[in-house]
């Protein structure tokens, strides 16, 4: 990681998080800018668009996949069966 220089700091930071999100499937990573942009409040959901280089359709799409969730108890977080390893 570069020391001392935002520029330098800023595009590593860029270049790390373009290949994580290239490894999430498409929900994945409308869910995630959903959720950057929420925590960001006004602006936010422009700013994640230019940052992951999405339209910020796809920014709003995930906001309403998220609020369309299940709530905690209405569905299982086992991925594995029970006995399963």
Known sequence: MP???IS???RYFQKQLD???N?????DKRRYAA???MKL???GIAYIAQLLNCDPQT???GIKDL???PIESEYNKRIRQPGGG
């Open 3 to 5: 020391k001392n220089n």
């Open 8 to 10: 330098e700091n800023k």
């Open 19 to 21: 290949e994580w999100t």
């Open 23 to 27: 490894t999430l499937s498409e929900k």
């Open 35 to 37: 959720i950057e942009a």
């Open 41 to 43: 409040g006004h602006g």
């Open 59 to 61: 920014i709003n799409q």
């Open 67 to 69: 609020e369309s969730l």
